[in-house]
């Protein structure tokens, strides 16, 4: 079974730095897409950033140039460095990858159980 952990999310005051982690664990023959989305108090979903196997990172115009997004293809792991914390970051932040079973199963879709970043004033 497939399982997608976050960690790293926490409380932390505007202008501050936390750094997540998404590790990707199970029956896995291969991470294509992997990426972060969060869900705001408003309750909107919202794409953060995305990296491909290769390593090509895409971010949302709301984060590009604070938030970095990492990948060990070795470890099946993602991170996001996440500086210049705002009040408007505050999230239940989700790990999300595109994961292919065996070599012809094509890709499924997986998301992680979320972490809370709460940034303060």
């Known amino acids: 079974q497939v399982q997608l952990v976050e960690s790293g999310g926490g409380l932390v005051q505007t202008g501050g730095s936390l750094r997540l982690s998404c590790e990707a664990s199970?029956?896995?023959?291969?991470?294509?897409?992997m990426a972060w989305y969060r869900r705001t108090p408003g309750n909107q979903r919202e794409w953060v950033a995305d990296?491909?196997?290769?390593?090509?990172?895409t971010y949302a115009d709301s984060v590009k140039g604070r938030f970095t997004i990492s990948r060990d293809n070795s470890k099946r792991k993602i991170d996001l460095q996440m500086n210049s914390l705002k009040l408007g970051d505050t999230a239940v932040y989700y790990c999300?990858?595109?994961?292919?079973?065996?070599?012809?199963?094509?890709?499924?879709?997986?998301w992680g159980r979320g972490t809370q970043v709460t940034v303060s004033s």
């Open positions: 199970g029956n896995i023959f291969r991470t294509n897409l």
């Open positions: 990296i491909t196997s290769g390593g090509t990172a």
């Open positions: 999300f990858a595109m994961i292919e079973l065996t070599q012809s199963s094509g890709a499924y879709e997986y």
